[in-house]
């Protein structure tokens, strides 16, 4: 999990930091059709762990980025999934001088303008297996999309499952992945889950609170199971979901808990001991197949293929709309002047929309230093983004709905972006705006 970083941004250009427009449209709920997920084998989840534990034990003791016990983990999880039936891709990346690996798997089948997936790292830290952070949340990711397969299920959306590589250097994977993703492909994705550590010993359970329909299918899963739960913090934007969610797509997962310590409350309604750590092993190299708590593993294995199964049912209905896009590359200079990027809007009648859709794709190594605006084409400005100094997070790629009735449609409209502190620089990739 990668720390926050904090800087001082100059008096000038400290502003209130809030995102004025909704990214993408959030999951439907599903109908009420939708077929019941089966139970996920405890045993089956485990013999995963038990290859895992191999594997590192095999290969130095880890299963880390760059290592050969990594390499060997994305092997044995994707030989499963090509006999189950699924078109398995491997994605590579370089980091730290060493390369990486993502596994992308594709269930056939499902409207491929909708698609569902469901993901977590593969790799561990060098200090050990890495068997509940995160062979757990692997494995029983691996399990479910066993599970479609063996249920030959035909879900309404496309379903994508992906297992990321130097998620423990710092989202390595999950963000290449997110930012090599066309736009056009990005938009289609209606949802990513998450499963970073599902089987803390000392457990607990918490929900992602990041959308309301994916917290909503899990908290209903487990009241199902009378199992209270808790809105994730300890982890909160520090695991693959994180660019998924900057690039505007819905976010949801399941965490049980790392090194924070279990409250007597928590211990009263969950189990387990007070006062300790939700998993003392976290990070080193006691966090081997003895590292798991059975009860927690099964209830968030059987949670996943839940929110897969009910998530992956329905699909909603595209908006329609003419775009006007720019993909040309403008710098913006750092700490210093706006820039605009253009387009030409024509052919359009009367006024603008009051839900005009600008989509921005912003390459920037600290997002809260840019200040972006959607200027008409009679120069009325709209903000979209405010800087922020906290926000140290990469890149702006989301979409904002924006009340443009009050402005003529045909002209030329500008994406306007200042960089208002000093040290990281970027540039606009691309935006277009849909009427
Ligand atoms: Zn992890």
């Known amino acids: 999990m990668r720390p926050a970083r904090l800087r001082s941004l100059s008096a000038a250009a400290v502003a209130v930091a809030a995102l004025l427009a909704t990214a993408a449209p959030a999951v439907q709920a599903a109908p009420a059709r939708a077929a019941a997920a089966p139970d996920i084998p405890l045993a089956n989840v485990k013999a995963h762990l038990t290859q895992l534990q191999s594997i590192a034990t095999a290969n130095g003791g880890n299963r880390a980025h760059g290592r050969t016990g990594y390499k060997a983990s994305v092997d044995y999880v994707r030989a499963k999934l090509d006999a189950a039936g699924y078109t398995t891709t491997l994605q590579q990346f370089t980091s730290g001088g060493a390369t990486g690996y993502n596994l992308i798997a594709d269930w056939p089948g499902g409207d491929p303008n909708q698609v569902l997936m469901a993901g977590s790292h593969l790799d561990s830290v060098t200090s050990g297996a890495g068997i509940n952070d995160n062979g757990s949340g692997s494995a029983a990711v691996l399990e479910t999309a066993l599970a479609v397969s063996r249920a030959q299920l035909a879900?309404?959306?496309?379903?994508?499952?992906?297992?990321?590589?130097?998620?423990?250097?710092?989202?390595?994977?999950?963000?290449?992945?997110?930012?090599?993703?066309?736009?056009?492909?990005?938009?289609?994705?209606?949802?990513?889950?998450?499963?970073?550590?599902?089987?803390?010993?000392?457990?607990?359970?918490?929900?992602y609170d990041d959308d309301p329909v994916i917290e909503q299918t899990f908290k209903s899963y487990f009241a199902g199971l009378s199992v209270p739960t808790e809105i994730e913090t300890e982890g909160d934007g520090r695991s693959d979901h994180a660019p998924f969610k900057s690039a505007g797509v819905p976010v949801g997962g399941l965490f049980t808990g790392a090194s924070n310590t279990k409250s007597s409350a928590q211990a009263q309604k969950w189990g387990g001991t007070a006062g300790q750590a939700f998993d003392r092993c976290y990070h080193s190299s006691c966090d081997t197949t003895t590292n798991i708590n059975d009860t927690a593993l099964d209830r968030n294995s059987d949670a996943v293929a839940h929110a897969v199964w009910t998530l992956s049912a329905g699909t909603v209905t595209p908006p329609t709309g003419t775009v006007f896009s720019n993909a040309t590359d403008v710098a913006v200079p750092d700490n210093g002047a706006a820039v605009t990027s253009s387009v030409a809007v024509t052919g359009r009648t009367g006024n603008a929309p009051a839900t005009l859709k600008a989509a921005v794709d912003i390459k920037h190594t600290y997002r809260g230093d840019l200040v972006v605006d959607l200027l008409a084409p009679d120069g009325t400005a709209y903000r979209l983004k405010n800087s922020s100094s906290s926000d140290s997070a990469d890149n702006v790629i989301a979409t904002y709905t924006v009340n443009a009735s009050a402005e003529t449609a045909n002209g030329t409209w500008k994406l306007q972006v200042r960089d208002v502190a000093a040290q990281d620089t970027g540039y606009i990739d691309s935006w277009q705006l849909t009427f």
């Open 155 to 207: 879900p309404d959306k496309h379903l994508r499952f992906a297992w990321w590589g130097a998620e423990e250097l710092g989202l390595v994977g999950s963000k290449y992945y997110v930012n090599n993703l066309a736009s056009t492909e990005r938009a289609k994705l209606s949802g990513y889950l998450n499963f970073d550590m599902i089987g803390s010993p000392n457990a607990g359970y918490f929900v």
